[in-house]
């Protein structure tokens, strides 16, 4: 599944690497380091160009569009530890909370490209956390624990308390925006593998079942078949839920040809 995760400040570091500064801008020292800098990004030179953008923030630290430079150049150099810092930096300049979330998510995207998810998921929780609505994250976070729930994988065994956490994200994401019929079917495959595992603790409930009686035991015996009728009870209910949301996928594409 791929979810867009816009990171436009590093676009923003490339487009802006070797523009002159306007009359508005830095002066002394701290201009002379931005200009040096811009030209080392320009020659992918990413580790001195980080220095130098390093040294006009020592002068002038109120640049925000040097802190993202600095971001990215050490990012490409290779050290994540050092653009994170920079990043993190960038959210005093935010105005608002829904801003300064977009800089979690950055960053959680950031990670998610390096497949470093535990970071990723730590700084989409902190997007969560200042946007509730953050509709990006909301879904990144289903699908991280739908993956370790073993919803992307056939073979994988099921995970229920990763699985039922993506569906309670996944219902986060569809109250931001119900009219997205790939969240639907995000939920219905996570509540497909919830159902296998059902299935394969009413398996071993009823072997245990049988063990009971061919040893004769009548309370394990009876212990096991309530297990085998409660997992039966549960596979029940997954079964009405996906189907509801089957008709659900199919309301939400149709309204969305019109």
């Not at 690497?17 to 801008?25: I, Y």
């Not at 490409?76 to 909370?97: C, N, R, S």
């Not at 071993?204 to 039966?232: F, L, M, N, R």
Request: overall charge neutral; some cysteine.
């Amino acid at each position: 599944m791929k979810i867009r995760t816009k990171i436009l400040w590093f676009v923003g570091a490339l487009l802006l690497a070797g523009a002159p500064a306007c009359d508005e801008g830095p002066k002394g020292p701290a201009q002379e380091h931005l200009k040096k800098g811009d030209e080392l990004l320009a020659a992918s030179d990413f580790t001195k160009a980080a220095e130098e953008y390093g040294k006009s923030l020592a002068a002038d630290p109120k640049q925000e569009k040097v802190w993202e430079k600095k971001a990215f150049s050490h990012k490409e150099a290779g050290d994540m530890a050092a653009a994170e810092e920079a990043i993190l930096k960038t959210l005093d300049f935010k105005p608002d909370a829904a801003k300064k979330a977009e800089v979690y998510a950055n960053l959680a995207g950031i990670y998610m490209s390096k497949n470093e998810t535990d970071k990723a998921e730590k700084n989409f929780v902190e997007a969560i956390k200042l946007n509730p609505n953050d509709l990006g994250s909301l879904k990144w976070m289903g699908e991280l624990a739908a993956r370790k729930g073993g919803a992307r994988d056939m073979k994988a065994p099921p995970v229920e308390e990763h699985l039922k956490k993506a569906a309670e994200w996944y219902d986060k994401a569809i109250a931001v925006d119900p009219a997205d019929s790939g969240t639907y079917v995000n939920k219905r495959i996570v509540i497909g593998k919830l159902m296998e595992h059902e299935r394969l603790q009413k398996e071993a409930a009823t072997k245990e079942g049988e063990e009971a009686v061919a040893a004769k035991d009548k309370a394990k015996e009876d212990a096991a078949k309530a297990s085998a009728d409660k997992h039966q009870a549960q596979m029940d209910e997954y079964k009405k839920q996906l189907d509801e949301l089957g008709k659900k996928i199919g309301e939400v594409m149709k309204a969305a040809k019109k």
